[in-house]
């Protein structure tokens, strides 16, 4: 199985604007599962007949739509996008559901946001009971990409994690954005590794392929494996060359770090 999991929205592009066929685009190359973003734009029979043909796992799509977590006015709302992707996720047999806090409420105290951020949280984690879907919460980076957003911090989603205390609630750990915030990633995540259910990459700057940037990914790679983490890395990048170039050098890196 590959240690690879190709982000459909920005990587096969090559195959057309239909998910379907960058589906099968991956699979051809040897990738054994996707992931996707929003669902209610896109042909889910179509999607899900392309899966079935090719044997590939699709690994995670978005509780669509993104809703602030941290606004209990948006409680409600939030649950019912929960409830519909879950219809979703099970026809199309994906484990997880992404998840993101939005942005900090200005004027309304952190504490009060977290605690409707946790609350909300657990809400959503009950729907999933008796099913096997995970929620996923990813933190974000506030520097580039995601200014304002409320959940930047790995440390602290772990912690909401753990305090939330569901089966069906797991970390997202995109390790573009915690390296964007300057986060030492063995030390954020520490002996918490069995409270991520998700690993993504992307260079930095740029989010562009490992390999185009700064990183270590050897080293980032190496650390994860060492740390637990046994599931795939998800590629959630702008690929600055042909997707199947792009992926050479990560499947190497990804694959010896073992």
Do not use: C
Request: aromatic letters at 4%; zero cysteines.
């Amino acid at each position: 199985m590959s240690s690879i999991a190709a982000n459909l929205e920005w990587l096969f592009t090559e195959a057309g604007d239909d998910p379907a066929d960058r589906i099968r685009a991956a699979a051809a190359h040897g990738l054994t599962a996707v992931e996707i973003w929003g669902w209610r734009d896109k042909d889910i029979a179509a999607i899900d007949a392309a899966l079935t043909e090719t044997g590939v796992e699709l690994l995670s799509l978005i509780v669509d739509p993104q809703l602030p977590l941290t606004d209990q006015g948006m409680r409600a709302p939030f649950l019912q996008a929960v409830a519909d992707s879950l219809v979703v996720a099970e026809r199309l047999r994906a484990p997880n559901l992404v998840v993101v806090s939005g942005d900090d409420r200005p004027g309304v105290p952190r504490e009060e946001q977290r605690t409707t951020l946790v609350s909300t949280l657990a809400a959503g984690a009950a729907l999933l009971d008796g099913t096997d879907v995970t929620l996923l919460l990813e933190p974000l980076n506030t520097r580039v990409d995601h200014v304002g957003a409320f959940l930047s911090s790995t440390r602290d989603g772990l912690d909401i994690v753990r305090e939330v205390g569901s089966l069906h609630l797991r970390l997202l750990l995109d390790a573009y954005h915690a390296l964007m915030m300057d986060e030492d990633i063995a030390a954020a995540v520490g002996p918490d590794i069995a409270l991520v259910g998700h690993v993504q990459v992307a260079d930095l700057p740029g989010r562009h392929e490992p390999g185009t940037g700064v990183a270590d990914w050897a080293h980032q790679f190496r650390v994860l494996r060492e740390l637990g983490y046994r599931g795939r890395f998800g590629m959630e990048y702008q690929p600055t060359v042909e997707t199947r170039r792009s992926l050479a050098v990560v499947e190497q890196l990804a694959g010896a770090a073992v």
